[in-house]
């Protein structure tokens, strides 16, 4: 497989959203746990990074719905700060699975694989289309919050200040800049170059996720190009415990989509108020025998 394919074709894949309703999918709201399996709250983090914890977020879910075969989120109500997940209701293990994305900037969003039903654990991949955003790189939710990610983005203005085109991210002035550190994490990373030849400002995009192994190795692609690669079996991050993830996740979840909430930190910088996430033709391919 090259660095500029997915799979090849699309032979047996099924849709995982039917392009009219919700069926197969719940929503569930932004709500935190652990920092990590054993650990400490995440709310607790939050406390001794200043960040304001959120009041009563499992009363307010992102609002998700369907217009002409999209799948849309948004914050509830729109402009709120209070984030939000579409959660499948199957299970998967092994699998590829293949999204169409157009998302308004800045709109903080992404995939999550190996997701626990009912708490926040599991692997994301990252489509943080905003300023020192990482897309196609990955996130442990839960999993003592790691990041592995190739590359950063921000995004060009014209005269009047309108976003007009994705550009790489300024490491000196970055809110997040990715490290050398970010970047050994992965098995694979794509140069930020490569990507924005291929990114699609304004359009759709296709996303590509590859997903194997009980702890896996997951594979991301954006237009074709081979984005990234992490192996979460043997990666290397603070309070990351391999052993721990898999007896917390297992060797199947649920995938996830995400509307983020908004934070001290970014403030709307993370998602702008009356933002959208928007998606279609979600197809998946279980790659596994055992599908039960």
Not at 90 to 95: K, L, P, W
Not at 197 to 224: D, F, Q, S, Y
């Amino acid at each position: 497989m090259s660095s500029t394919e997915g799979s090849e074709g699309d032979s047996g894949f099924v849709p995982l959203f039917d392009g009219i309703s919700l069926s197969g999918w719940r929503s569930v709201p932004r709500v935190y746990g652990m920092e990590y399996p054993g650990g400490p709250a995440i709310l607790e983090l939050f406390d001794r990074r200043g960040i304001a914890r959120p009041v009563e977020p499992e009363k307010h879910p992102a609002h998700w719905f369907v217009v002409d075969g999209v799948l849309v989120g948004e914050q509830d109500s729109p402009g709120s700060g209070y984030g939000g997940y579409l959660v499948t209701e199957q299970a998967y293990g092994d699998f590829e699975l293949i999204l169409e994305m157009r998302h308004d900037w800045p709109a903080d969003t992404g995939v999550m694989v190996r997701r626990q039903r009912d708490s926040w654990e599991g692997f994301q991949v990252l489509v943080d289309h905003r300023p020192s955003g990482g897309i196609g790189g990955f996130f442990g939710n839960g999993l003592a919050s790691f990041s592995a990610v190739p590359f950063a983005v921000d995004v060009d203005t014209d005269a009047d200040g309108r976003p007009i085109g994705l550009i790489a991210d300024n490491p000196e002035a970055s809110v997040e800049p990715v490290t050398e550190e970010k970047r050994g994490r992965l098995a694979f990373a794509a140069d930020v170059d490569d990507f924005l030849k291929v990114w699609r400002w304004g359009a759709w995009n296709e996303l590509r996720i590859r997903c194997v192994g009980a702890l896996p190795v997951i594979t991301t692609w954006v237009n074709g190009l081979k984005v990234a690669e992490l192996n979460t079996a043997t990666l290397d991050s603070p309070n990351y415990d391999p052993a721990a993830v898999l007896a917390t996740l297992g060797d199947r979840g649920h995938i996830a989509l995400e509307v983020h909430d908004n934070d001290s930190m970014f403030g709307e910088a993370r998602w702008g108020k009356g933002a959208q996430c928007r998606w279609r033709n979600i197809r998946i391919k279980e790659l596994d025998e055992d599908k039960a």
